[in-house]
């Protein structure tokens, strides 16, 4: 424990370094089925409690929120952090105030959402980097055709050196959906590219930054058509599609042996802001083996029904941008 007090008073004066040229980091990670323990009669929960069929237990839950603590450190712990498959306000609270997190401090924004797993997207936040001036949840649900999903959060705030940052933090439909789950990953496409166009022309001189697990691949109709990129990595709204600075034979998510970019990071600002350096992050503890495939894959927290112990089946992402005046 005092090690890790140690690693935490270095991050933070490193952290305290950087500031000091007004350096903004924003990360994005879908931390996969992190439930509390109750069973909620209005969701499809079940599974993960006590009871249920993962058996998920007090000590699981501490084992995977202390994991995601000590991988937000190793991450030099970033002044916004996109959060994707978080039940609920209690297990954000588990995060943020009962883990060292607390002495940052990070605080968060959530809205429930009509999923029908109950799971949603959250932001935390540190509160002496970043002051959340509004917030709120933008329906992407589909309630004509009985087709509910995740809502986009939209956090509007202000960082330490007075720049404005608007993020929209996402979770799309999955692929199980089939063709049905294409055309609705589709239709919010459209929907974010609107929002996004739409803050810039509010905030002229804001950092626009959506962020997510989309479930599309840069080819794929929702991000080529939907985000308006086609080909090209500039959309004709002044969109940049960021996760095309990564490398090609990576990916965020591997499924099947392939590893593809399922996470994204779209940015629109002025030419003050600019991009530093966009890294996916392949942290030791987050990958395993492959099994009989070759390389390796991320840990999850259960590979199939067995508990596997590892933290999620996506890596995270860790944007960092400065603004010149």
């Not at 929120?65 to 609920?88: A, F, R």
């Not at 989309?214 to 969109?239: H, P």
């Not at 840990?299 to 508990?307: E, I, S, V």
Request: proline share 4%.
């Amino acid at each position: 424990m005092k090690r890790l007090l140690l690693i935490l008073f270095l991050m933070v004066s490193e952290v305290s370094a950087q500031n000091q040229a007004a350096v903004f980091t924003a990360a994005w990670w879908n931390v996969e089925n992190l439930f509390d323990l109750r069973d909620d009669p209005k969701t499809n929960d079940d599974e993960f409690t006590p009871t249920g069929d993962r058996h998920w237990t007090r000590r699981r839950l501490n084992d995977k929120v202390n994991g995601i603590y000590k991988t937000l450190l190793m991450m030099d712990l970033p002044d916004v952090v996109g959060l994707g498959e978080v039940e609920n306000a209690y297990v954000l609270r588990e995060l943020c105030q009962g883990t060292p997190l607390a002495q940052i401090p990070y605080r968060y924004v959530h809205y429930d959402s009509p999923d029908r797993r109950g799971i949603d997207v959250a932001l935390i936040y540190r509160t002496d980097r970043f002051t959340v001036t509004h917030s709120r949840s933008i329906s992407v649900s589909d309630s004509a055709e009985g087709y509910f999903t995740r809502d986009i959060l939209l956090v509007e705030g202000v960082t330490a050196e007075g720049d404005s940052v608007c993020l929209l933090v996402n979770h799309w439909p999955s692929k199980r959906g089939g063709e049905e789950a294409d055309a609705q990953r589709l239709r919010i496409a459209d929907t974010l590219r609107t929002q996004m166009v739409e803050l810039h022309a509010k905030h002229p001189t804001a950092a626009i930054i959506a962020m997510g697990d989309m479930n599309s691949s840069v080819e794929e109709a929702a991000i080529a058509q939907g985000m308006g990129f086609g080909s090209d990595t500039l959309s004709s709204d002044g969109i940049r599609l960021l996760t095309q600075r990564l490398p090609r034979d990576m990916g965020s998510h591997k499924y099947q042996g392939q590893w593809r970019y399922i996470d994204h990071m779209f940015f629109l600002a002025d030419d003050l802001w600019q991009v530093k350096k966009l890294k996916l992050l392949r942290f030791d503890h987050l990958l395993t083996d492959d099994g009989n495939r070759p390389g390796q894959r991320p840990k999850r927290t259960y590979q199939g029904p067995r508990y596997e112990g590892g933290l999620s089946d996506h890596l995270p992402l860790l944007l960092k941008l400065s603004r010149t005046n």
